[in-house]
């Protein structure tokens, strides 16, 4: 009997030494927030934008898988309008996540449609449009209290259609 409990406790030990903190830590889950519409508003031409450009507010339902408590620091990666990448999203975020609970975050962006020549076509659509299509692909840094820090991606974060709003 000793010997089996012996053996049982070796064999768990070098499973949970081979696993790594991709296998423990799971992604946090997100989906455009239920209710919560996505917005697109057009800003006139500035000297910080001089085509003009889009503040975004989009709407995110996280959810913590885990059956722990953690952090969710960091969020980057890009943001494409109507297929074409519109931002760069480098966001510190701070916001704690409870084991098995979700929570909705807005994620706000602002853009300047001279940064990148293909928008200048996703503008021209956006003002005879009233939704246009988004994707947000990226990485999330979570702190995993006892698993510590841990980059987790990238994958396709958010999807859906955005209001322009006037």
């Given amino acids: 009997m000793v010997r089996r409990s012996l053996a049982l406790l070796v064999f768990v030990a070098v499973v949970a030494a081979c696993a790594t903190l991709r ?3 799971m992604l946090p889950r997100f989906e455009a927030a239920p209710g919560r519409g ?3 508003r057009l800003l006139a031409p500035s000297v910080q934008r001089p085509l ?3 503040a ?6 996280v959810e913590n898988p885990n059956g722990f408590g953690l952090r969710l620091e960091t969020l980057a990666g890009e943001l494409y309008l109507e297929g074409q990448r519109a931002a760069l999203v ?3 975020l701070g916001l704690p996540l409870r084991a098995l609970q979700d929570t909705v975050v ?3 962006l602002s853009l300047s449609f001279s940064d990148l020549p293909g928008l200048a076509d996703v503008a021209t659509r ?3 449009a009233r939704a246009l299509s988004y994707r947000l692909d990226g990485r999330v840094g979570v702190d995993a209290g006892a698993f510590g820090p841990l980059e987790l991606g990238p994958t396709r974060l958010l999807d ?3 209001a322009v709003l006037r």
């Fill in 23 to 25: 296998d423990i830590v």
């Fill in 38 to 40: 996505a917005e697109l």
């Fill in 52 to 54: 003009g450009g889009a």
């Fill in 56 to 61: 975004v507010r989009l709407w995110a339902r």
């Fill in 90 to 92: 480098d966001l510190p």
């Fill in 106 to 108: 807005p994620i706000d």
């Fill in 126 to 128: 956006a003002l005879g």
């Fill in 160 to 162: 859906g259609e955005i």
